[in-house]
Every structure is written in structure tokens, then in C-alpha cells.
């Protein structure tokens, strides 16, 4: 029968890479524990309207990359593209504004935006996400930005690059627009036809536009960093010398608008060029009006998200330092020993000793070969004879050397090989020392 593959864009996780993963989402979960920031989960799929309220009516995500279909023909329902909108529905929605004055919640999971799959751009993705709702003091954009350094720091990254910029605030937007849809008009002739129709919806979405023609264009066009109101201007000065006196090291990118409508004042990404062409690991930034546009109370927001595949792809250790071993490997000889051998195998896991045996009848050599490569740090050998004799082989993997077991009960066995191997200086009874 034809195979059933998977779909295009959306990606396996095979054991081998899991590991990796466990220490990325630990890592973030212990820095997250310092900074107070507690877990919030969240459903995959939500009603269309949120996002389509939340990131904006035309933006790209919007109008061309979400998974929307009809529930039966009842309501529209979408595949969540982004953790942000979702996380303050159920902020709204749970009324955790009473909680605290300023709420800090993270959230992991797989995000859904149906863009052409490339190096480090997938269909399904996953986020680490991270919101701070309640409060627009400038030092909790700085607060946020060090800890996000100072996690993908812990998780060994380099070469990374912060940049940030202000989009300012709706009061300072006001007269940007028209001087920037003023400038673009002049330039209308070179703007792609993507460009010509935002020129009308969103002209700040142009800044987004990979388009070399509209690159160009915008080189010379007004930012919105030189419009900032008196407020907008204070708050990102003092973003900006917080993350000096933390010897966070950025720059200013003008022309970062980020692809989500509902940004205000601070904007940042986090690039690294060994990433290619999909750089950003991190964007993130404040939206003060989004709580509202969605409902809720009038209370400002800052958050980021971390693309979970970009930041694995550059952690500069193998997949091989993540995979956990067996302890050990019961290599059993005959039905009897395979009785014992199960037995004995529960017995150990439940004395929290990571154990392996071999159902299949197999001659020693190959069963040595089986814990050799699963990696396992004893071998204990046992055939009937064994078995009868009450004697097994324990074998250090590792130096080779072989020591005698003596056999009593399944239980008592399990004990001694246990404390044996968490290191209680017990070792195990009749060890006899002798190299194999
Ligand atoms: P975003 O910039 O759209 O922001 O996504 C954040 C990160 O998710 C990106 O920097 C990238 O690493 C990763 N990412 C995005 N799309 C893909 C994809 N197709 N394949 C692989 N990785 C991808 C947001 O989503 C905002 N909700 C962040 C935020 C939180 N702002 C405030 N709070």
C-alpha cells in the first residue's frame, strides 16, 4: 500500500532530537522560575476573529498564512499562528488582571503560519513565549530584553545581534503616516504591486516587503523613530539606558516594524546571520493598545517569542550529548534467565534504575552488541547455568571489568545492583574484581 507521509512544512521530532528540546524548554522553564514568570497553556485553535482583531486585518499572516477553516459549518475557527492574542484572551477571559499588577506568563507549543517551507521556516513551528501585561514602566522592556539575552546566553548561543526601535504610540503615528504614504507615493512607480495595494491598507506593512525594488525605496523614507512624541521619545531613552547599565549591547534598526499590526513603542528582534536567510530567533515588543482592541481592560503589554527550531539549530552541541543511557542491560540466556531477567528489569525501574533486556533469542554476542550500542553502563549476564549456580556477571561497560553477582532474590538483586549502581560504595555481594 502507498505510504502516508507527513505534511509538507510540518516536521517530525525523532527521539534522537528530543533531547535537545528537554534542555532548551528546562533551560527556559529555570530562567523563567527567577523572573517569577509562571506557565499558561493555552488551546491550538481559536476562534478566526482573535487573530484577525489581534494581528491585524492586513497583515501577511492575516490575509495569506493562517489555517482557517468552518467547524462543521458552524463558526470559524483558526489555527493558532501566534501564542500573543491567545494568551490575552485567556488573560481577559480569567480576569488574571486582578491577580497582580503586572501578570508574567509564558507559554510553549507549536504555532501554524502557511508560508513557503525553507531552511529554518516551517508550516509548523514552535514558540517559546513570554508576556509581561499590566504595566509600561520603560524598565520592564529592559527587564524582558536581559532575560531573554541571558536565556539564549545559558543555552550556550553566540553571535547574536539585539536589535530594537520604537513604533511609538497611536498620538505619534498620527502625523507619521501621512509623511511616509506622502514619501512612498512619490516612489509609486518602483513599488511592487503587494506594496501598491498596503500603500492604501497599511503602509507600514511595506517595511516588511522583501521586494529589492521596495528595499530600495525605503532606504530614504521617514521612520517613525524621528516622529516619536515627548512620552514615546522618554520611554524608549530609558529603555535604552537600562540595557547599557546591563551591558546589553543592541542597535538601533529604524526600519524594523515587525509583522504583526499591534506593536507599539519598543520593537525587537533577535538576528544571528549563521541562521541564513530566515535570521530572526526572537521578535518581540510592547503592544499597549492590544488588551483593549480585544476586549479587555485598557493595560499595557510587552512580550517576545522565540522560534524553538531556529534556537536548537544553533546550539553548538550534538544531539548525541542529549540522549540519556540506560544503566544497565540484562543480557539473559535461556527461558529460565528471560523469566528472571523481566522480572528483575521491572524490579530496577522501580528502584529508578534505567533498565533494557532483549525479548528476542538472541546468542550473547549479539546482546553485547545491543548494549553496546544503546550505550548502557553495565551489562549483568545470566544464563539458566547462572541462574542455578545463583552467580551472574556484571560488566563495566566502560573499563571492561567484570565482576561476579551473587543471585538471591529477584527484589534483593534489584536492591544491590541498584545502590551498586547510584554509587552507595555497595558493592554488589561477591564482587570479585575480575577483569572480562
Ligand atoms: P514573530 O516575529 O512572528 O512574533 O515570531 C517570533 C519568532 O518565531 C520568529 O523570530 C522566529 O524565530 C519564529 N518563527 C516565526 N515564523 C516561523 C516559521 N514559519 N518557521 C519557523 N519559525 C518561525 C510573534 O509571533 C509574536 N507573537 C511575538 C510576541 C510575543 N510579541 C509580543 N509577545
Redesign the pocket.
Known amino acids: 500500500m502507498a505510504q502516508v507521509t507527513s505534511i509538507r512544512g510540518f516536521k517530525d521530532i525523532v527521539p534522537d532530537e528530543v533531547g535537545k528540546w528537554h534542555y532548551v524548554e528546562a533551560g527556559a522553564r529555570s530562567v523563567f522560575s527567577l523572573f517569577g514568570i509562571r506557565e499558561i497553556r493555552i488551546p491550538i485553535l481559536e476562534k478566526t476573529e482573535l487573530f484577525v482583531r489581534g494581528i491585524g486585518e492586513t497583515t501577511d499572516?492575516v490575509e495569506k498564512e493562517m489555517y482557517t477553516f468552518k467547524d462543521r459549518g458552524e463558526d470559524l475557527l483558526t489555527l493558532r499562528?501566534?501564542?500573543?492574542a491567545s494568551v490575552l484572551r485567556a488573560f481577559i477571559e480569567h480576569h488574571l488582571y486582578e491577580t497582580d499588577p503586572l501578570v508574567k506568563l509564558f507559554t510553549i507549543g507549536p504555532?501554524f503560519?502557511r508560508?513557503r517551507p525553507q531552511k529554518?521556516?516551517?508550516?509548523q513551528?514552535h514558540?517559546i513565549?513570554?508576556?509581561y501585561i499590566g504595566q509600561d514602566d520603560p524598565r520592564i522592556d529592559a527587564e524582558l530584553i536581559f532575560m531573554l539575552m541571558y536565556l539564549l546566553q545559558s543555552l550556550g548561543l553566540e553571535s547574536l545581534n539585539l536589535e530594537i526601535n520604537s513604533l511609538g504610540c497611536a498620538q505619534c503615528r498620527k502625523p507619521y503616516r501621512p509623511e511616509l504614504v506622502a514619501y512612498l507615493r512619490n516612489h509609486d512607480g518602483e513599488l511592487c504591486q503587494d506594496c501598491l495595494r498596503r500603500l492604501e491598507t497599511n503602509p507600514l506593512r511595506i517595511f516588511d516587503c522583501k521586494a529589492e525594488s521596495c528595499q530600495k525605496i525605503l532606504v530614504d523614507a521617514p521612520v517613525m523613530l524621528d516622529t516619536l512624541c515627548h512620552s514615546c521619545r522618554h520611554h524608549f531613552d530609558t529603555v535604552q539606558q537600562y540595557l547599557g547599565e546591563l551591558s546589553i549591547h543592541f542597535t538601533l534598526n529604524t526600519r524594523m516594524v515587525?509583522?504583526?499590526d499591534y506593536?507599539t513603542k519598543t520593537a525587537f528582534?533577535?538576528t544571528a546571520q549563521s541562521l541564513g536567510a530566515?535570521n530572526?530567533?526572537?521578535?518581540?515588543?510592547r503592544?499597549d493598545g492590544l488588551l483593549k482592541l480585544l476586549g479587555g481592560p485598557d493595560m499595557p503589554g510587552?512580550?517576545?517569542?522565540?522560534?524553538v527550531?531556529?534556537?536548537i539549530s544553533m546550539i553548538p552541541r550534538s544531539n548525541e550529548d542529549f540522549i540519556e543511557h540506560p544503566d544497565i542491560f540484562i543480557a539473559a540466556l535461556g527461558a529460565r534467565a528471560q523469566g528472571y531477567a523481566f522480572l528483575l528489569a521491572q524490579a530496577l525501574r522501580r528502584a529508578g534504575i534505567k533498565t533494557e533486556m532483549d525479548y528476542s533469542p538472541r546468542s550473547l554476542k549479539g546482546l553485547m552488541k545491543r548494549s553496546d550500542r544503546l550505550h548502557c553502563r553495565y551489562t549483568l549476564m545470566v544464563g539458566d547455568d547462572e541462574l542455578d549456580a545463583k552467580n551472574a556477571s556484571l560488566r563495566n561497560m566502560a573499563t571492561k571489568e567484570q565482576a561476579a553477582l551473587h543471585l538471591s532474590s529477584v527484589e534483593e538483586d534489584a536492591r544491590s545492583l541498584a545502590s551498586m549502581i547510584n554509587g552507595n560504595n555497595r558493592k554488589p555481594a561477591d564482587a570479585s574484581g575480575e577483569k572480562g
Do not use: C, D, H, K
Open positions: 499572516i499562528p501566534e501564542a500573543t504555532m503560519r508560508e529554518g521556516r516551517f508550516r513551528f514558540q513565549n513570554v508576556e515587525r509583522g504583526l506593536y528582534e533577535v530566515q530572526a530567533v526572537t521578535g518581540g515588543g503592544y510587552v512580550g517576545f517569542a522565540i522560534g527550531e531556529r534556537l
